[in-house]
């Protein structure tokens, strides 16, 4: 079970960073806005997936708060239409690549 977290969160971490052009140190670490909004995007799809915020907090290393503050965030980040756009596009990604291994 733990590696099938794990995976998942490896996909959706490499698509993010991906779509965002960063490296994942530079998506959980960095305070510039596009990292930020990259975080949040994580948080988001894999809360989606049904990650809960404890195993979130053990994957990236971010602190419960942290965790906690972005999701809280994201109904207000989703008012931007980049932000917006970014989720749906990593959505798509994300339910493509799940689609191609059935």
């Known amino acids: 079970m733990r590696q099938i977290i794990f995976n998942e969160f490896q996909r959706a971490a490499g698509s993010v960073c991906r779509h965002f052009g960063v490296d994942e140190v ?8 596009y990292c930020v909004d990259a ?31 972005l999701k809280n965030s994201i109904r207000f980040r989703e008012k931007g239409w980049t ?18 291994k059935c």
């Open 26 to 33: 530079q998506m959980l670490h960095s305070n510039k806005n």
């Open 83 to 100: 932000f917006r756009e970014s989720l749906r596009s990593i959505r798509r990604e994300l339910n493509e690549q799940e689609e191609s």
């Open 39 to 69: 975080r949040a995007v994580l948080v988001s799809v894999l809360i989606e997936k049904g990650l809960s915020e404890s195993e979130l907090v053990e994957l990236t290393g971010l602190t419960q708060q942290c965790i906690n503050k």
